[in-house]
């Protein structure tokens, strides 16, 4: 079975603070995926990777930053935490393959920011 | 650009009952569509894709999606709902060709009667 793991289920961190969620893939998936989730708002992708130390913006980067040092390690870095950024963030990764493919989740990082 | 949309951000059946999750979608090109189900702080898991190989597409506990072209749908259904199906449901599109970026819908809260 593929298994994405984040290092994290539950977080709490102050304001202003810089925070790393950290996302490992057990299955040499190119492709590496942080997307945030949101009541009423399903999930929007932050940022992505195709290979290593490539990264490319999604949908909603403000305030985000990523690492991709190893093929199987995509971390997702909070460079000054605000309170808006309380939320479910979920990292997925996927073979390059076909269009088709899916993508495979993580458990998912609840992060409350206080 | 491609956009997901689910009718419904809380549908709820009885036990038994006939379960209905409406998506549908905006696409230029021949749609990569997917269905995923999240369980109580978990991450999403794959219940069915679209490939173009059928219309109807079966997938995990039951479920099944049909491709409709000239309705842009891809609703999801079960003919007989368990307490167990009570989950958050989303309906998503495949973004690019390499496979896992993906466009999610706002997600469908299904509540089980018993």
């Known amino acids: 079975d593929v298994k994405v793991t984040q290092s994290s289920r539950y977080l709490v961190k102050r304001t202003g603070e810089k925070v790393f969620l950290e996302c490992v893939q057990d299955m040499d998936h190119e492709n590496m995926f942080w997307y945030r989730q949101d009541p009423g708002l399903g999930l929007r992708l932050i940022y992505f990777?195709?290979?290593?130390?490539?990264?490319e913006k999604g949908d909603i980067p403000e305030g985000y930053s990523v690492s991709r040092e190893k093929k199987e390690r995509f971390s997702l870095i909070l460079e000054s935490a605000s309170t808006n950024q309380t939320s479910m963030y979920l990292c997925?990764?996927?073979?390059?393959?076909?269009?088709?493919?899916?993508?495979?989740f993580g458990q998912g990082t609840r992060l409350t920011v206080v | 650009a491609q956009s997901v949309t689910q009718l419904g951000s809380h549908v709820s059946v009885s036990e038994g009952a006939l379960v209905l999750l409406r998506c549908n979608y905006s696409s230029s090109v021949p749609p990569y569509l997917f269905w995923y189900v999240q369980y109580p702080n978990q991450g999403l898991q794959l219940l069915l894709k679209?490939?173009?190989?059928?219309?109807l597409v079966k997938g995990i506990n039951g479920f099944e999606a049909e491709f409709k072209k000239s309705e842009t749908s891809f609703h999801l259904t079960k003919p007989s709902a368990h307490m167990s199906d009570a989950a958050e449901y989303f309906c998503a599109v495949s973004d690019d060709n390499q496979g896992g970026k993906l466009i999610f819908g706002q997600g469908t809260e299904l509540s089980v009667k018993p």
């Open positions: 997925a990764s996927s073979p390059i393959d076909r269009p088709n493919t899916e993508a495979f």
């Open positions: 679209y490939t173009s190989a059928a219309t």
């Open positions: 990777s195709y290979d290593v130390k490539m990264k």
